[in-house]
């Protein structure tokens, strides 16, 4: 059982938007940064987003983040098939000391 | 260009021990933290600990998984990273990633992994 919830899956055509969100409570996503990794089936994870709502370098403006309170969101537009990929979500948790990941969710493009 | 390579992956019985290295090149390891994050077959990223640089001491801080069994450490000589593994049981059985640390919580480069079976 993750720490942070985040769907199992989410599923849209080619060109939509799709959003993923992830929720938590007050001691990571609550009073803490969340980042996002993208990991592509057999690869290691990619970093994504940071600090809620920052693009690493090279990462495109069709990625990005955002925040409220305890849950956090991640939205890809302009979908492709390319994105199919497991995404997941992380804080620092301020009780446990640690990174806390979600479960992770696959992103599956119709 | 950043590069991050695991090694020492392998077979081992439970409650052996292992350590896994990472090499490291491309940029000042010196100044970065550096932490250890594993995937257990179909399943999600877990993370381990991470060590600071020098000027923050080197201290590590460790998942509560970790803790007690997996020290983590760091030759800023050799640009390498370690995570040294005891009391292994099959629910350690993962990949395990090395990567850069950024600002302190963000794994921003990644190496490829290394996989660890614990298995009689």
């Known amino acids: 059982q993750s720490v942070l919830t985040q769907p199992p899956s989410v599923s849209t055509a080619p060109g939509q938007k799709v959003t993923i969100s992830c929720s938590g409570g007050?001691?990571?996503?609550?009073?803490?940064?969340v980042s996002w990794y993208q990991q592509l089936p057999g690869t290691a994870p990619k970093f994504l987003i940071y600090?809620?709502?920052k693009r690493p370098s090279g990462i495109p403006d069709r990625f990005s983040g955002s925040k409220s309170g305890t849950s956090a969101t991640l939205a890809i537009t302009g979908l492709q098939t390319g994105d199919e990929a497991d995404y997941y979500c992380a804080a620092w948790d301020s009780n446990l000391g640690a990174v806390v990941f979600g479960g992770g969710t696959k992103v599956t493009v119709l | 260009e950043v590069r991050l390579v695991e090694s020492g992956g392998d077979v081992v019985q439970p409650g052996g021990s292992l350590r896994l290295s990472c090499a490291t090149s491309?940029?000042?390891?010196?100044?970065?933290?550096l932490g250890w994050v594993r995937q257990a077959p179909g399943k999600g990223l877990e993370w381990l600990g991470r060590i600071r640089n020098k000027a923050n001491g080197d201290i590590t801080d460790y998942a509560a998984s970790a803790e007690g069994r997996f020290t983590i450490s760091r030759d800023d000589s050799e640009n390498s990273l370690y995570l040294h593994m005891s009391s292994l049981t099959t629910e350690d059985s993962a990949v395990y990633y090395c990567?850069?640390?950024?600002?302190?919580?963000?794994?921003?480069?990644w190496g490829q992994g290394t996989q660890v079976t614990v298995s009689s």
């Open positions: 491309g940029f000042n390891f010196r100044a970065h933290y």
């Open positions: 600090d809620n709502d």
């Open positions: 007050n001691s990571n996503v609550g009073n803490n940064f």
């Open positions: 990567g850069r640390v950024f600002k302190s919580q963000y794994v921003d480069f």
